[in-house]
Each structure stands twice: as structure tokens, then as C-alpha cells.
């Protein structure tokens, strides 16, 4: 006999706690062409979200991000911050978003602060980075070594370069193929940190709240059953996203 909590009009939907990857993943197989982000000069579906995620994870894993390891995100709001962020989190990795108003000293407090490992931004936020790190215009190549960011070891800027170590480039490092990632994104908990939130620091020095994968499922797939919202994201000019909202299952 089938409960009245699970059927009909007003039923209860149960909420399956996942990683952020794997919902990626499976949005990607269940509903690949339907829109998982929108923005205003730009869209993607599930299935070219899932790729460009997998395309930035395998060559977060070319330069050696394991899991618990920081990757900052110091893009504007495009279909790529989001890649960049789900692509970590295949790897166990945290992503820590950067709000892209932020001066050189918030700048280098967070990328000191959360130990990041490897920054990914765009040839628009090179000069705040040179303004704030000096010591990465004159690098020769190879990993960094900053004294004032000492884990921070690369930076990758999204226009077919790093900044800089050149000898990365728009494929992934070799050796890295899609199986490295599965077997990391396969060991990732739903109760891992998958993003660190830092606030704005505008009465203070920005402070970092650390959310799980669970907790970032459970909040939009809850919403979103709520409130009846599409499945899809939906981001404007000044939007700051962290990651796409988890649409249910039809």
C-alpha cells in the first residue's frame, strides 16, 4: 500500500543528499539539453556545463589539485566561474569564489587566508593580481613561490595562458585523463567542505563560512521544489555566482 505522504497532489518529495559533481553528472545524463544556466550574453546546458566542468577538473589535476586543496575563482559571472567551481569539487577539491570588487589587500588576505593552491581568472583581473602579488610578473615559469601566498602555486588565466607557468595550455596536462577524475570525484563525501564563502569585508576584514556538498544541494533542491522554480540558474550583469541551483527530477 503506497503512503499519501508519497503520492498525490500534495506529496512529499524526498531530498537525496549528493556531491555537487555527481548531480552535475547526472543532470547532465537525465536532461542534457536542457538549460542548467542563463545568462544575459550567454547560456548552457547540462550536458555542455558537465563537459567544461570535467575539460577544467582534468587540468586542475595536470597541476597536481587533490582534494582538500583551495582553487579561488576570480571570474566575473559567466558560464566558466561555474565550471570552474563544480570541475574542483569532481576532484574533492574547494572552491573558494572571489568577489571580483575586492582591492589587493582583500585580495591577499583570502588567497593567504584559505591556503589556496591555484587561482583561475580571466586577462581582465591580471592587474589587480600583479598590483597585489609582484612577485608573479617577474616569475620565469614553474610553480610560485610567493612569500606572501607561500601554497598559492599557479595561476590560471582563462584566455588560452597561465600567468606563470606557460607550459600549460588550453589541454590538460598530459596524463591527466578522464578516469583520474572519476576516481577522485568517486572518494568525494557529501559532508566534505566543497566551497568557502567569504563576505564582503566591507565593516571588516572578509571572513569565510565553509559550506558542504550536502548543504549545497539540499538549500536550492528544497527551494526550488517550493517555490516551483525552473531548473536552470538564472544570473544577471552584477550577479556573483557560486553554483547552479539543484532542479528536481521530473
Not at 566542468?53 to 586542475?60: G, K, M, V
Not at 610553480?143 to 582563462?158: I, K, N, S, Y
Not at 516551483?228 to 521530473?250: K, L
Amino acid at each position: 500500500m503506497t503512503s499519501a505522504a508519497t503520492t498525490g497532489p500534495g506529496a512529499r518529495r524526498w531530498i537525496e543528499a549528493t556531491t555537487l559533481g555527481d548531480l552535475l553528472d547526472r543532470r547532465a545524463v537525465e536532461r542534457p539539453d536542457d538549460d542548467a544556466v542563463v545568462f544575459p550574453d550567454a547560456r548552457a546546458s547540462y550536458a555542455e556545463l558537465a563537459g567544461r566542468a570535467q575539460w577544467f577538473a582534468r587540468r586542475l589535476a595536470g597541476l597536481g589539485v587533490r582534494r582538500g586543496d583551495r582553487v579561488g575563482i576570480l571570474l566575473p559571472a559567466t558560464v566558466d566561474l561555474l565550471a570552474v567551481l563544480f570541475g574542483a569539487a569532481k576532484l574533492g577539491a574547494i572552491a573558494v569564489p572571489v568577489n571580483a570588487r575586492f582591492k589587493c589587500v582583500e585580495l591577499a588576505q583570502i588567497v593567504a587566508h584559505s591556503g589556496m593552491r591555484v587561482l583561475v581568472t580571466d586577462a581582465a583581473s591580471t592587474g589587480l593580481l600583479h598590483e597585489t602579488f609582484p612577485g608573479v610578473s617577474g616569475h620565469a615559469g614553474g610553480e610560485l613561490g610567493l612569500a606572501d601566498a607561500p601554497e598559492l602555486r599557479h595561476v590560471l588565466v582563462l584566455d588560452g595562458t597561465e600567468v606563470p607557468d606557460t607550459e600549460v595550455r588550453d589541454t590538460a596536462a598530459p596524463g591527466v585523463q578522464d578516469d583520474v577524475v572519476w576516481e577522485s570525484q568517486a572518494s568525494v563525501r557529501v559532508r566534505d567542505t566543497a566551497v568557502i564563502v567569504y563576505t564582503s569585508g566591507t565593516t571588516a576584514a572578509p571572513k569565510g563560512a565553509m559550506l558542504s556538498h550536502e548543504a549545497l544541494v539540499r538549500l536550492p533542491t528544497a527551494s526550488g521544489s517550493a517555490c516551483r522554480s525552473p531548473p536552470r540558474t538564472a544570473c544577471g550583469p552584477r550577479s556573483r555566482c557560486s553554483t547552479a541551483a539543484a532542479s528536481p527530477s521530473r
